[in-house]
């Protein structure tokens, strides 16, 4: 239940208090009243026979006074009756008392009408405690209401972040499936560059064992500075070509430097073989690896690829700049060389010069 304000529980009090104090008022009223009624003096006798007379008629015998009379008329009825001078006193102006029936009747209506105003006073607070009550039941009315209006309120907003949070939760969900889309694309595409470069690795793997057993066989059955090779060296260098020729097919597609390795131990032995049928081959083999040497001319890796080209053109080219220009870079490497790149350098240097000689004697004959 709503809990009363001091200000309210003050005046239902005094609103009691007043009540109480009226009722209380009232009983004591009404019994006075009664009081008043039941213990008042009797109305006057009409006029009649003398006053002597009418005592005398009235008053019963001497021996027997009426106990209903009081005292004071019963004593002085003797003095009359025996000297007839003094008059007696009327029943008017004698006061009259009351005996214990009078008193039981006063007390008894003044206890019904207690009751009657108790009885009332009990409605009357009935009626307070109503409009108490209903004052009551409409402040949990109004809170109730507000309470249902607070609560459809938040039901509203409920369902209102309800349908955010799923909008949300949507965005999100389609963002991670987009971004789950994306990586497995990343992932598939880097599967498929791993596995391209897998291959590729393995292809270069291969090329270059190739390549390298065939340059092996190729080292151990020739040398850089002789001319001619035996019979016996010459089927070394055929196995050493194959191999080399393997590994350059490996390599010739992929990045990197490998096939240029592949690339130029192929070219040289096949100038130490003297294979004429490869000439227009080895040609192209000697512009690849001028243009690689001189990329690489400051570093280690481009001296063996500009002694090769020197050899491709001692062996298949005939122009004159090409022999001089091979010359020249011959020359121009024979410093700082290890002592089987210098002893091949001179070697190439004294058998372009043997060419170009043999190229200005021919017309002369």
């Known amino acids: 239940m709503v809990e009363k304000t001091p200000t309210q529980t003050a005046k239902d009090r005094l609103v009691i208090a007043t009540w109480l104090t009226g009722l209380v008022f009232l009983v004591v009223l009404i019994a006075y009243l009664l009081s008043l009624i039941l213990l008042g003096p009797h109305a006057e006798p009409k006029p009649g026979p ?15 006074p009426s106990p209903v009379q009081p ?35 006063l007390f ?35 809170k109730a209401e507000g309470v249902l209006e607070t609560t459809a309120t938040s039901i509203v907003e409920s369902a209102r ?16 499936r987009s971004t789950i889309a994306g990586m497995e694309a990343t992932v598939a ?25 065939g340059a092996m066989i190729g080292i151990l ?8 090779v035996n019979p016996e060296e010459r089927d070394f260098l055929v196995e050493a070509i194959q191999h080399i020729k393997a590994g350059y097919k490996r390599l010739k597609d992929l990045e990197g430097k490998g096939k240029y390795m592949a690339m130029n131990n192929l070219a040289y032995f096949t100038c130490l073989l003297g294979d004429k049928a490869a ?8 512009r690849e690896l001028l243009r690689e040497g001189r990329e690489n001319e ?43 790149q210098k002893r091949e350098a001179d070697y190439l240097v004294a058998s372009l010069l043997s060419k170009l000689g043999d190229q200005r004697a021919e017309p002369a004959s």
């Open 50 to 64: 003398a006053a002597g007379a009418q005592v005398a008629s009235a008053q019963p015998p001497a021996t027997q």
């Open 71 to 105: 005292a004071s008329v019963q004593a002085g009825s003797a003095p009359a009756q025996e000297g007839g001078a003094a008059p007696s006193a009327t029943p008017v102006e004698a006061d009259r008392k009351p005996n214990r029936s009078d008193l039981i009747d």
């Open 108 to 142: 008894s209506g003044a206890s019904s009408l207690a009751l009657i105003m108790f009885s009332l006073l009990l409605a009357l607070a009935a009626i307070i405690g109503w409009q108490s009550l209903r004052l009551d039941v409409e402040a949990i009315k109004a």
């Open 161 to 176: 972040t309800k349908s955010d949070l799923i909008s949300k939760v949507t965005e999100i969900e389609s963002g991670l």
């Open 189 to 213: 595409a880097l599967q498929a560059e791993l596995k391209d470069k897998t291959e590729k690795a393995g292809r270069e793997s291969r090329g270059r064992v190739d390549a390298v057993m």
């Open 221 to 228: 059955h020739s040398k850089p500075y002789q001319d001619a």
């Open 279 to 286: 000439a227009d081959e080895m040609l192209e083999f000697g």
């Open 298 to 340: 400051h570093q280690s890796s481009g001296v063996p690829y500009l002694l090769t080209y020197c050899r491709i053109v001692l062996v298949y080219n005939s122009n004159r700049e090409a022999i001089d220009q091979a010359i020249a870079i011959a020359r121009k490497l024979a410093g700082g060389l290890t002592k089987l």
